[in-house]
Structure formats: C-alpha cells, structure tokens
C-alpha cells in the first residue's frame, strides 16, 4: 500500500455472514440448583503459570450462593479464589483444609 491512498473497504461484504464475535454468549441452559447434601464434589490438583491450584466441583447453586461459599472459604483458608462454570478455584495446595470447610458446610465428596 503507497503512502497517501487511503484503503478501500468496499468490495468486503461485511453482509453474507460475517458478525461481530464480541457479543455476549447465552448460557448452557437453565442450571438447577441443589442442597449441599445432593452435591457429590470431585477434587483436582492442576499447575497454573508453575503455581499450585486446587479445584473443586461440581457446585448447582445459584449465584447469590454461589459468592458466598466463595467469600466463607476464601475467609477461612486465607487465600484467593474464584468461581469458574461452576468449579471452585483457590490458590495453592489447599486440597485438605478445602475438604474439611466444605464438609462443614455440608457438601459431599467422591470417594
């Protein structure tokens, strides 16, 4: 391209099927909710960026609950986490202390 021309877009039908891929995506369906005793929790150990994480999951809880299981765990391990898809994250190998809160609240695990 020559210095001083501008491009010209023209000829690129932006009509046959091409769309912005930044629009809010719908979610996977309703997501029913459950009593801490129905849940069956799975843990995982994963290496994010060479640092610990630890996993748990499955959580059907609405969102409301959903924050506050997240801030009573984060509280009484003392770390970070997060929420993600249903899965809860917390940072470092906090696989035991992470049982034990959950199994306070009420929550179930896999053998």
Known sequence: MARGRKLD?????????WEAD???????????TLPPPQHCLVMQREKRR???????????LSKEEEKALLGRVKKMLGCGGTLKEGWLEVQGDKAVAL???????????KK
């Open 22 to 32: 930044n629009k809010e995506k719908p979610e996977s369906g309703p997501k029913e």
């Open 9 to 17: 877009i023209e000829f690129c039908g932006f009509g046959d099927g």
């Open 99 to 109: 049982r034990h809160t959950l199994e306070a609240e009420g929550f179930r695990f």
């Open 50 to 60: 060479g640092k610990p994480v630890t996993l748990a999951g499955e959580f059907f």
